[in-house]
């Protein structure tokens, strides 16, 4: 039992003096730190952590944000990673042979002027590549290290900076000014509504405006174009004082900044699967993807609440149904009671036209595409068009006229707000229940 015991004890006691060393290559307090110099293929970068969030910054060799959540992964890996072989407690005189001189990266945590320490990480130690060489200044440390844990700190100047156009939250805007063919502005109002300002004053979507600030918060750099652009640059990436704007204001109550800080987008022209753009605010040119920049809103009509009108079934008293020369008429006696005043015959199903109006009476747009009488012929909507009239009780008429086929599926329709004609793609679902219960047609939404 003694020599079993004793057979045990020696397999967990070290074997060599290297296995009593302690393997960690910084402490944890080394990388407390509100400064960070490294040395990225062989050029000098500078990061320091600002508050109050705090973040990340690059000031050299330029003035960028910075890649806040990869810089930190960087500090932690550092901190956790261990030596896998110790070589010499000195530097080599020939640091060249092992990729240190220069090296794939140097880090220096530091405080304020004060470095903390540093280390070079540099070529591989073995065939796999698997390993790599590493040198620690203080106190001196040569030896290798797995690379899966640093693979954060083999990084290029281009990871180092945050791949954010935009840096804050959806729920830190305040107020979006959209500058392009027409100006306007939209705004949360103090009971946390939104409205669209363009010469007169629109509900807006509340679902459409969301999914808005999440584009643009969502929206990454597809590719770091020019580092450092004058204005003589500008014209070359089609950016100019006429090109399309946003401006983002932000609310300081949320960003934690001590006064109102806005941002300014001026989208330059399009370049195969990319769009340039540039921040005022900042000196580099970035190239945005083409999908990104195409779910932005351009016009204030895009953005109105989508709803067209509201009544309740029970209200109605008349359906009037035009379908090329023909005209159907039916009244409403009672909840679920119609009968067909005029027309061509057809099988009355009451609970389906209910269900018809019911859904009239909500109609959502599941897009609005245009504005304005003219654009009517744009979007097959003739002078004297297919539609269906509602009258109310009150002496009210909602008047919903179909257009050409959607690229969707659907159909396009207009309806009068306010004196305005206004276009929209329609649910598919309204088009098939109107041709389908209101008409001696079947529903086909194929046709021209």
Request: glycine share 6%; with cysteine; net charge negative.
């Amino acid at each position: 039992m003694v020599i079993l015991a004793s057979q045990i004890l020696s397999k967990c006691l070290p074997t060599t003096i290297d296995d009593w060393r302690d393997r960690s290559i910084f402490l944890a307090r080394e990388i407390q730190c509100n400064r960070l110099l490294l040395l990225v293929d062989n050029t000098p970068v500078e990061l320091e952590l600002h508050p109050p969030l705090p973040r990340w910054r690059i000031v050299k060799p330029i003035n960028a944000r910075a890649n806040t959540s990869k810089v930190n992964r960087m500090l932690e890996q550092i901190a956790s990673a261990r030596v896998k072989k110790f070589i010499a407690d000195s530097i080599p005189n020939n640091l060249e042979d092992y990729g240190l001189l220069p090296p794939k990266i140097e880090i220096a945590p530091a405080i304020d002027s004060n470095v903390i320490n540093k280390i070079r990480l540099g070529g591989p130690a073995n065939e796999t590549g698997d390993e790599i060489y590493a040198l620690r200044e203080s106190p001196p440390l040569f030896f290798t290290v797995a690379t899966y844990d640093v693979q954060d700190c083999l990084t290029k100047m281009d990871a180092l900076r945050d791949p954010r156009l935009i840096e804050f939250s959806p729920d830190q805007i305040q107020a979006l000014q959209i500058v392009a063919t027409s100006r306007f502005r939209v705004e949360r109002g103090s009971n946390g509504e939104w409205q669209v300002n363009a010469n007169q004053v629109w509900n807006a979507d509340t679902q459409l405006v969301a999914l808005l600030q999440q584009v643009l918060c969502n929206m990454e750099v597809f590719q770091f174009v020019k580092q450092i652009a004058t204005e003589y640059d500008l014209p070359a990436y089609g950016i100019t004082a006429d090109s399309p704007r946003y401006i983002i204001h932000l609310d300081p109550a949320k960003t934690g900044q001590p006064n109102p800080t806005s941002i300014e987008l001026q989208f330059g022209k399009i370049e195969g699967n990319r769009v340039f753009v540039r921040r005022t605010d900042e000196t580099s040119i970035y190239a945005i993807r083409l999908a990104d920049y195409n779910r932005l809103a351009w016009a204030p009509f895009q953005l109105r609440d989508r709803r067209a009108w509201s009544f309740n079934v029970d209200q109605v008293s008349r359906v009037t149904v035009k379908e090329g020369p023909r005209n159907y008429e039916f009244l409403r006696l009672g909840t679920n009671n119609w009968v067909q005043n005029s027309g061509p015959r057809i099988q009355i199903n009451p609970f389906a036209i209910e269900e018809t109006i019911y859904r009239l009476g909500e109609l959502t747009m599941v897009a609005w595409v245009a504005i304005g009488k003219e654009s009517l012929p744009q979007f097959g909507i003739s002078d004297d068009p297919d539609a269906v009239t509602v009258e109310t009780k009150d002496g009210k008429t909602y008047r919903l006229a179909f257009g050409g086929p959607t690229p969707y599926g659907s159909l396009y329709g207009a309806v009068e707000i306010e004196g305005t004609i206004w276009i929209g793609e329609l649910p598919r679902a309204i088009c098939e229940f109107v041709k389908t219960y209101l008409t001696a047609s079947e529903s086909d939404l194929s046709r021209p």
